[in-house]
């Protein structure tokens, strides 16, 4: 049997977790949060970090600092999960949703502009499989229109775009920590601030609306309800396990690479012959080796080459239902169709890849994809 994800442990969450226990400081903001604050900051350059119990939390942490009201328009990739438009959604946002481009699943920045009106109120982008959405464009559209970029970061942990970490362009970006990512706490996430005017209010919407942080700096002496919020900051336990995979970020990149690398090579025949296509990663963009992914040509090839991966006890998976024929916003969509996003929801496969993945699984795993087309 291969699975789709084998969570990495390093063998130190334990450890780390153990000295939480012993100091006896268990919620959030302790020392495990601030050294993971830092990293963040001296290995990827994030002005402001903010720890969060997920990437959702931290996007909806966004829609909050913006003030979304409803009647506001945030522009967004349909062929995404559920949380970046979950989060918008939320409070009462119209949702504007952008196609896919055509040679990759990213939000298609030419199609941003027509997509901009005086209501806009932000330009939510998903750097998908860590593959990093084409900045320059997009912030040539936002900086002319005065409006807020977010970046999904989600998947995008140690990825760049032309030299710059993913996460650094937003006024604010978010991460995830989910088990299926590339560094992980179980669940967590991230919300770093790019901008400071917003730095002392998301300290506060992260903390049900106090002003404890400031407290705790001796910046007030009492503190009290201030502003809206609510319970977005993690427990120290979870920092503890998450400090110990950032300080194996390296390895853990490296082994996801090679995986990545050796199907590419692998199954290069393949998307040779035409069966199928491999990912696109435009110049611009870094390879996190979050994802491997195939893109069939209709969805019942994808059936049939689920199934006979399947029936070896392999499971791959596809993923992401484009949110705008999705059963709780197809009534509410009245913009164009979006093919492109239908066209990966229909034909997009993800081959299992995670850290422990031996060479020889792979190789078994390219085989029976390629004997599979040969027939
Ligand atoms: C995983 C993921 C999320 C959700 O992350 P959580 O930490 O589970 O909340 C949001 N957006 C994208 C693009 C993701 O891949």
Request: hydrophobic residues 40%.
């Amino acid at each position: 049997m291969i699975p789709f994800n084998r969570p990495y442990l390093t063998g130190k969450e334990i450890h780390y977790i153990q000295e939480v226990l012993t100091a006896r400081k268990l919620s959030g903001d302790g020392s495990f949060t601030k050294q993971c604050h830092q990293i963040f900051q001296e290995k990827f350059g994030f002005r402001r970090s903010l720890l969060t119990t997920s990437c959702t939390a931290a996007l909806e942490m966004t829609a909050i600092l913006l003030d979304i009201e409803p009647g506001d328009e945030v522009i967004l990739p349909s062929y995404t999960f559920s949380s970046t438009a979950n989060a918008f959604a939320l409070r009462g946002a119209k949702l504007i949703f952008v196609d896919s481009r055509e040679d990759e699943p990213n939000i298609d920045a030419e199609k941003i502009a027509a997509a901009v009106t005086p209501r806009t109120r932000a330009i939510v982008v998903v750097h998908y499989a860590g593959v990093a959405c084409d900045m320059d464009a997009i912030q040539q559209i936002a900086f002319s229109a005065g409006i807020p970029i977010i970046e999904d970061a989600a998947q995008a942990i140690d990825s760049y775009y032309r030299g710059r970490a993913l996460g650094t362009f937003g006024a604010f970006s978010t991460f995830s920590f989910h088990e299926t990512k590339n560094i992980s706490s179980g669940e967590g996430g991230l919300l770093v601030i790019n901008d400071e005017k917003y730095d002392l209010r998301a300290e506060i919407i992260r903390e049900k609306g106090t002003n404890r942080s400031a407290f705790f700096r001796n910046e007030v002496d009492k503190y009290g309800w201030v502003d809206v919020g609510s319970s977005y900051l993690p427990s120290d336990i979870l920092a503890a396990f998450l400090f110990a995979q950032l300080q194996e970020l390296d390895k853990i990149q490296a082994e996801r690479l090679r995986v990545w690398h050796r199907y590419a090579h692998n199954l290069q025949f393949g998307a040779e012959q035409g069966w199928f296509s491999l990912p696109f990663i435009p110049d611009y963009a870094t390879n996190n080796a979050h994802m491997f992914y195939l893109i069939c040509h209709n969805l019942n090839e994808r059936i049939a080459l689920m199934n006979t991966l399947k029936e070896q006890k392999i499971f791959p998976t596809f993923h992401y239902l484009s949110l705008h024929n999705s059963p709780y916003y197809v009534d509410k969509h009245d913009g164009p169709l979006l093919v492109n996003s239908d066209r990966y929801t229909d034909t997009l496969l993800r081959l299992p890849l995670f850290v422990e993945l031996d060479d020889d699984s792979i190789d078994k795993i390219s085989d029976l994809i390629l004997k599979h087309f040969k027939k």
